[in-house]
């Protein structure tokens, strides 16, 4: 009987040690890519960003973001059409590199339940994340892809 409450003893702590580095090896990875970013000290840049989702936009995407010292410049639709001002609360999120990696790291936090990202082995921002808000949940989750990313003088 004492073997058996060993072996599940051991069990739960080989576990609960499994599950912790997997939570701590997010925020690590994200840390680390973060102050890759910052270390690279680019103000003025632009991207795509393809916003995935069960959304009445996705026709219209990706967005083309100009960003100087931390400020938005210029946001439009690469289709051309018009943003909805009701829009923005959702695109300003990801509106700069740093905003999408405060939304990114609250997410990884507890804001969803599962996250996924791949970063951008130069500069170290995200160029591929998923989020999924409610794991049971049906079309809850959000797909967002960062490309075409250039450095401006």
């Known amino acids: ?85 009701g829009l923005h609360e959702t695109f300003d999120k990801y509106a700069t590199i740093d905003r999408f990696f405060a939304e990114l790291e609250s997410d990884i936090n507890g804001a969803a339940d599962v996250v996924t990202a791949k970063y951008d082995e130069t500069y170290g921002f995200p160029t591929e994340v998923t989020i999924d808000f409610i794991e049971e949940a049906t079309d809850d989750e959000l797909y967002l892809t960062l490309s075409k990313f250039e450095a401006l003088p």
């Open 1 to 85: 009987m004492k073997k058996l409450l060993f072996i599940f003893t051991l069990i739960a702590l080989v576990l609960t040690a499994c599950a912790a580095g997997v939570a701590s090896g997010s925020q690590t990875e994200i840390g680390k890519n973060r102050e890759k970013w910052q270390n690279a000290n680019i103000s003025h840049y632009r991207y795509n960003l393809f916003i995935s989702c069960f959304c009445v936009f996705n026709e219209d995407m990706p967005l083309i973001i100009e960003v100087q010292d931390g400020e938005v410049v210029s946001m439009e639709f690469q289709s051309g059409k018009e943003i909805d001002p």
